[in-house]
């Protein structure tokens, strides 16, 4: 199965106020937003991650979050995956979490997928007009204006925190 979401935005504080998550803490958060994760995806899944994974450059902090989740991940950066460039992370995922690191791609800034005759463009940011029958994005945790063709599949704005590709296909015919 495949899945897309956005926006998880691992240990953020200021998210919880931000986006008004039912959360404690970040502690809670990052505890609940795994166990969702993981109560949808299975180890043989792909999850389309559309940017903001988290705000941390601490690599054992985001190794935490990277062992539990289930899935096939192909991380498209956003704003905010800063460290994704930092060698430090990435050399402590490769040499300590080799096998959990490599169920991560990362994917450059925009990427495709075709699914029954519907190509569906992917990217953190909303697209103001693209070519593909489908946009999908994050960014605005909700907050983007509706644009026939175009899903918002954030973290805040999926109430099943991730939405499957069947869904999506179902939204769009």
């Known amino acids: 199965m495949i899945w897309f979401t956005s926006d998880t935005h691992f240990n953020h504080k200021n998210i919880l106020e931000y986006c008004a998550r039912p959360y404690y803490d970040v502690i809670e958060m990052n505890n609940q937003m795994i166990e969702q994760w993981n109560s949808q995806v299975r180890p043989q899944d792909t999850v389309y991650l559309l940017g903001d994974f988290t705000l941390s ?7 935490s979050w990277i062992t539990k989740l289930k899935g096939s991940i192909k991380l498209i950066p956003g704003n905010h995956d800063w460290w994704i460039k930092e060698k430090k992370v990435i050399d402590y995922l490769q040499a300590y979490h080799k096998e959990d690191w490599a169920r991560w791609e990362i994917r ?15 990217s953190h940011y909303p697209l103001e007009s693209w070519r593909e029958d489908i946009h999908l994005h994050g960014h605005t945790h909700g907050k983007s204006a509706p644009k026939e063709g175009r899903l918002d599949v954030g973290w805040d704005n999926i109430p099943h925190k991730l939405i499957s590709l069947d869904e999506i296909m179902a939204k769009f015919t």
């Open 57 to 63: 450059h601490d690599a054992v902090q985001i190794a």
């Open 108 to 122: 450059p800034w925009m990427d495709f997928l075709k699914h029954n005759k519907k190509k569906i463009i992917m």
